[in-house]
T-cell receptor, first 115, second 112 residues
Framework: LAKTTQPISMDSYEGQEVNITCSHNNIATNDYITWYQQFPSQGPRFIIQGYKTKVTNEVASLFIPADRKSSTLSLPRVSLSDTAVYYCLVGPYRGVNFGNEKLTFGTGTRLTIIP | ETGVTQSPTHLIKTRGQQVTLRCSSQSGHNTVSWYQQALGQGPQFIFQYYREEENGRGNFPPRFSGLQFPNYSSELNVNALELDDSALYLC???????????FGPGTRLTVL
């Protein structure tokens, strides 16, 4: 599975847009990019998933350039409740594989929202 | 629809002891995975069960074992506990329809 690199930590103020970039130079053709959020003493929670270009849902946007060697998770107008660790995962997590393949987590990005 | 639940929430054991952690899968899910998360690290895959059979295992020694029951609930057993086994143990369940993994809140194990 492709290795991912993310910043260890980030700080942002409430109300701002936060962008977390993940590098995955060795991404394979059948790999998808999936982001999870984890609050302290809780399990990770799925945020968003994409293959190329842009994906948007009610929580976040995911931007993936044409070469797919990186991706950016964008959180609009963050609040204190967005303080969490965010994980970028790369793997064949799509269709029936998303719930069959093991997930490979890195160390994630610890996002702290400042009032 | 109930989510993934785990018990107990916290547990303290001493070196050499054995521990059993429990997980109830989300309704309709027949696959369960267990992860170990050390402090400050991402979750690491231990093993996965599908229809009561282990069908995937990470880099963990045999003293980590598991069971999945006909109702798809699951257990993680760890024998001969070591200090490094102190971690948050996460259970995740899924279905074969590709709706993704749903994690429980975890069990915090402390080994003294």
């Amino acid at each position: 599975l492709a290795k991912t690199t993310q910043p260890i930590s980030m700080d942002s103020y409430e109300g701002q847009e936060v962008n977390i970039t993940c590098s995955h130079n060795n991404i394979a053709t059948n790999d998808y990019i999936t982001w999870y959020q984890q609050f302290p003493s809780q399990g990770p929670r799925f945020i968003i998933q994409g293959y190329k270009t842009k994906v948007t849902n009610e929580v976040a946007s995911l931007f993936i350039p044409a070469d797919r060697k990186s991706s950016t998770l964008s959180l609009p107008r963050v609040s204190l409740s967005d303080t969490a660790v965010y994980y970028c995962l790369v793997g064949p997590y799509r269709g029936v594989n998303f719930g069959n393949e093991k997930l490979t987590f890195g160390t994630g990005t610890r996002l702290t929202i400042i009032p | 629809e109930t989510g993934v639940t785990q018990s107990p929430t916290h547990l303290i054991k001493t070196r050499g002891q054995q521990v059993t952690l429990r997980c109830s899968s989300q309704s309709g899910h027949n696959t369960v995975s267990w992860y170990q998360q050390a402090l400050g690290q991402g979750p690491q895959f231990i093993f996965q069960y599908y229809r009561e059979e282990e069908n995937g295992r990470g880099n963990f020694p045999p003293r980590f074992s598991g069971l999945q029951f006909p109702n798809y609930s699951s257990e993680l057993n760890v024998n001969a506990l070591e200090l490094d086994d102190s971690a948050l143990y996460l259970c995740a369940s899924s279905s074969t329809t590709g709706t993704g993994w749903y994690f429980g809140p975890g069990t915090r194990l402390t080994v003294l």
